[in-house]
């Protein structure tokens, strides 16, 4: 089992940057494709970025492409995903999850097996 908690949310204004990170607990990470999603208020749950265990590749959504990048430290134990040029759209409850199928890039959250608490992001215009 792993936990995850996500930390670096805030308030911006767009064109901003921000840099999210999820920390997970455990021995384990490494064994772990990693997902960032997002939900903002009165919509569904998107996929944002993937990361297979060793980094080795990455998929972004074809909102953020361009934009955002995800990222993985396995000695820290940590992902990120660094965001620039922030938009108001981006605005949500950003989260980070595990799938332990670590070679799959998913896109599904009902794939993924554990979720952080999230983090609010806040762009404004």
């Known amino acids: 089992q792993v936990q995850l908690v996500e930390s670096g949310g805030g308030l911006v204004q767009a064109g901003d940057s921000l840099r999210l990170s999820c920390a997970a607990s455990?021995?384990?990470?490494?064994?772990?494709?990693m997902g960032w999603f997002r939900q903002a208020p009165g919509k569904e749950r998107e996929f944002v970025a993937g990361i297979t265990w060793d980094g080795g590749s990455t998929h972004c959504a074809d909102s953020v492409r361009g934009r955002f990048a995800i990222s993985r430290d396995n000695a820290k134990n940590t992902v990120y995903l660094q965001m620039n040029s922030l938009k108001p759209e981006d605005t949500a409850v950003y989260y980070c999850a595990a799938d332990r199928r670590r070679r799959r890039l998913s896109t599904t959250g009902n794939e993924f097996d554990y979720w952080g608490q999230g983090t609010q992001v806040t762009v404004s215009s």
């Open positions: 455990g021995r384990t990470f490494s064994s772990y494709a």
